[in-house]
């Protein structure tokens, strides 16, 4: 399977924020900001894999700095690495200042893990990133840590439960 620049599957996304969007003061909900994520993140997925990709975990997710009424915001995601049947992806979410000059703000960062599906939702095989910059390959070699620590409290938890028996809910 050939290797997929991470320049070729890169998506970005622009939301104006509205009212509907914001809690009482005037601020984005967390929850709608996830999902602009979410969407964004799907988008370099989808691209990578030429192929359905849903989200199996976002992980890291901060926020940095609110996102208010009337805001540009600006979300770019790239695939940081590809792995057997899933990708991580890299996002990150920005406030444009239009009416000053357009500078940008980062008010959030997330991670998320897609994996890569068929049209009967059996996983399948996903192309290897090729990277361009030195920037992507420091992005793909955090990626690998970042699975290697998800791997470990996926582990860590399903002893916990073991442990606990039936009687442990969440």
């Known amino acids: ?19 509907g969007d914001a809690n009482a003061l005037g601020n984005l909900f967390g929850g709608r900001l996830m999902q602009f994520i979410d969407l964004v993140g799907a988008t370099a ?14 992980d890291h997710l901060d926020f ?6 009337g805001d540009l915001l600006i ?21 444009e200042d239009v009416l000053h000059g357009g500078g940008l703000r980062h008010v959030s960062s997330a991670y998320l893990t897609y994996v890569a599906l068929d049209m009967q939702g059996n996983r399948i095989p996903v192309r290897p990133v090729l990277l361009e910059t030195e920037h992507q390959r420091r992005r793909f070699e955090d990626a690998g840590r970042r699975r290697a620590m998800r ?9 916990l439960r073991a442990m606990l028996g039936a009687d442990w809910h969440v």
Not at 1 to 15: F, G, L, N
Not at 45 to 58: D, G, K, L, Y
Not at 64 to 69: H, T
């Open 1 to 19: 399977m050939t290797a997929r620049p991470v320049s070729a599957s890169q998506s970005e996304r622009s939301e104006i924020v509205f009212p």
């Open 45 to 58: 997925a989808f691209r990578h894999a030429n192929a359905i990709a849903v989200t199996a975990s976002m």
């Open 64 to 69: 940095v700095a609110p996102v208010k009424v």
């Open 75 to 95: 979300l770019k995601a790239s695939v940081n690495r590809a792995f057997h049947t899933s990708m991580e992806v890299g996002v990150r979410a920005m406030v």
């Open 151 to 159: 791997s470990d409290e996926t582990l860590r938890k399903r002893e």
